[in-house]
């Protein structure tokens, strides 16, 4: 079975502030990565995604995750963090096969401050 | 291209009934899945419909039942409602089934069970 570790539920950072949200993951067999967002009253958005190749992803609006696959983590991080990115950021993997099912991790909330 | 559409966005039941709620997919796609987000459990996977058949389950009780038209629009059922299934349920829909799918979320619709 799969299991997602999301390991800060909260993290406090100033604007401009470079920041980092972690995530490890255990599998048994090879799996997606995925981050996603959710802003308040809304659903999920796709930030980026881990399929294979380069172990550095690039997303949407700046931010970046990098697989490892030794220490089965997949970190995210922005150099540099804006009001707007004051979210609720999900780390997810699916398996490989014919489901799309996600597992997600629980939740870390970016609080950016002014 | 329209999203995810979710209806209704709210909704308020009482103990021991039934709802329904719907999701229509981005037009094109064929998979539809249904997660259940909670303060307390996160985000779990409910199920997944491609082509109208039923690709996965997740831990839930028989009271919880989906199913998809040909049309790929996708309906969730809950009966016997409980207090613990007020929640926000959120659709997503892919292009196809499969771990690598990149799935869109509608907005969720918010169950509130008193």
């Known amino acids: 079975a799969q299991s997602v570790t999301q390991l800060d539920s909260q993290v406090p950072v100033f604007e401009e502030a470079p920041v980092e949200l972690r995530c490890n993951y255990s599998s048994s067999v090879s799996v997606y990565l995925f981050w996603y967002v959710q802003y308040p009253n809304q659903g999920l958005q796709l930030l980026l995604k881990?399929?294979?190749?380069?172990?550095l992803v690039k997303g949407i609006n700046g931010f970046e995750a990098e697989f490892n696959k030794s220490q089965t983590s997949f970190h995210l991080r922005k150099p540099s963090v804006h009001i707007s990115d004051t979210a609720e950021y999900f780390c997810a993997v699916s398996v490989s096969g014919n489901t799309g099912k996600l597992i997600f991790g629980q939740g870390t909330t970016l609080q950016v401050k002014p | 291209k329209a999203g995810v559409t979710q209806t209704p966005r709210y909704l308020i039941k009482t103990r021991g009934q039934q709802v329904t709620l719907s999701c229509s997919p981005i037009s094109g796609h064929r998979s539809v899945s249904w997660y259940q987000q909670t303060p307390g459990q996160g985000l779990q996977f409910l199920f997944e419909?491609?082509?109208?058949?039923?690709?996965n389950k997740g831990n839930f009780p028989g009271r919880f039942s989906g199913r998809q038209f040909s049309n790929s629009r996708s309906e969730m059922n809950v009966s016997t409602l409980e207090l613990g299934d007020s929640a926000l349920y959120l659709c997503?829909?892919?292009?196809?089934?499969?771990?690598?799918?990149?799935?869109?979320f509608g907005p969720g619709t918010r169950l509130t069970v008193l």
């Open positions: 997503a829909s892919s292009l196809a089934s499969g771990g690598a799918q990149e799935q869109f």
């Open positions: 419909y491609f082509s109208e058949t039923q690709r």
């Open positions: 881990y399929l294979s190749g380069s172990t």
